[in-house]
């Protein structure tokens, strides 16, 4: 693998995302960074396919220089043998130090894995987990079908840690759509805090809060709602 040191434009970089191994870029990560960078820190190098452009390592610098409209940005260029080899070292690179991979990340370096063939030990090497911990996480999807071109299909879902009761189901494009704003703890959780908050009058006042308190009127329909149909 070789590689070399060099500045390049950024319009000429490439963020692709099917071989990112987070599912968002943290937007207080890169707010740090361009605070860093207002005050004079220079930032590492970001690490890019010398073939492609495309960034393997650096993503949250990429857009805080990008958020900066800097003209360049120092990158280490580097040549890889295939598309498996570049995803390994993009993995390893966030799981070492700086900002760690999540659940929901690691669920999608795992779907990327299994789609380039990659096993199960090399895995673990690239996430730095144990063969159990790989496989108790790895049942955690769910599936929806997506029609494309006329062609239906299943694919798989991540699913965070409140949503882990679906593994293994088939779901509908709603609840797949709903998911994306469900919270990562679990919804015992939730509404334990909401029951303290309730129970020690610790809710703002509705002349506060009113789009709180309508919230919570709509939660409390829909509550009855379901009630009376498991109730049925």
Partial sequence: MKSSTTSIAVADLKFD????????VDEHHVKQMCYALEGGITLPPIIVEKKTKRIVDGVHRYHAVLRREAAKIECILKAYANETELF???VMLNTGFGLRLGTDDTLKVIQISEHLGIKEIDQCAMLRTSISHLRALKPRFATFEETIAGVTQLRKVTLKGSTRHLSGKTITQEQVDAMTSSPGQSYLLTCR????????????????????????????????????????
């Fill in 193 to 232: 805090q909401l029951i303290s908050a309730c129970e020690n009058d610790l809710l703002p006042e509705r002349g506060q809060h009113p789009t709180l308190w309508a919230e919570l009127e709509v939660l409390c329909s829909i509550l009855q709602k379901l009630l009376r149909k498991k109730a049925a």
């Fill in 17 to 24: 995302e099917s071989i990112y191994p987070r599912q968002n």
């Fill in 88 to 90: 390994r070292e993009a």
